[in-house]
Nanobody
Framework: QVQLVESGGGLVQAGGSLRLSCAAS????????IGWFRQAPGTEREFVAR????????TYTDSVKGRFTISKDNAKNTVYLQMNSLKPEDTGVYVC???????????????WGQGTQVTVSS
């Protein structure tokens, strides 16, 4: 059974930092990419960042470039999203996902976690 379990969300003031974790288990992910998406109330799920399982390639949405960094620890089967200089507009539920397509479109991903709430106060 595939499991993606996120952790690390919370409440932080604008300008602060958080590190999200996504622990993956249940199958071999060597041909998968891991993506982070976020969703604020009343909005559609938005792509944030993605990384290949090898860690060799990453992609970010424009609004987080220079502030967020996606990385992974192969030994722990865990993907991280380091978020710095957080802004109120970064608020939302952050969800990690795994998919065989190299894509920033949510429907291209096969597996999803439950999400972790990130709230940035002004």
């Amino acid at each position: 059974q595939v499991q993606l379990v996120e952790s690390g969300g919370g409440l932080v003031q604008a300008g602060g930092s958080l590190r999200l974790s996504c622990a993956a288990s249940g199958r071999t992910f060597s041909n998968y990419g891991i993506g982070w998406f976020r969703q604020a109330p009343g909005t559609e799920r938005e792509f944030v960042a993605r990384i290949t399982w090898s860690g060799s390639s990453t992609t970010y949405t424009d609004s987080v470039k220079g502030r967020f960094t996606i990385s992974k620890d192969n030994a722990k089967n865990t993907v991280y999203l380091q978020m710095n200089s957080l802004k109120p507009e970064d608020t939302g539920v952050y969800v990690c996902s795994a998919g065989r397509l190299w894509s920033n479109i949510a429907r291209d991903y096969d597996y999803w976690g439950q999400g972790t709430q990130v709230t940035v106060s002004s």
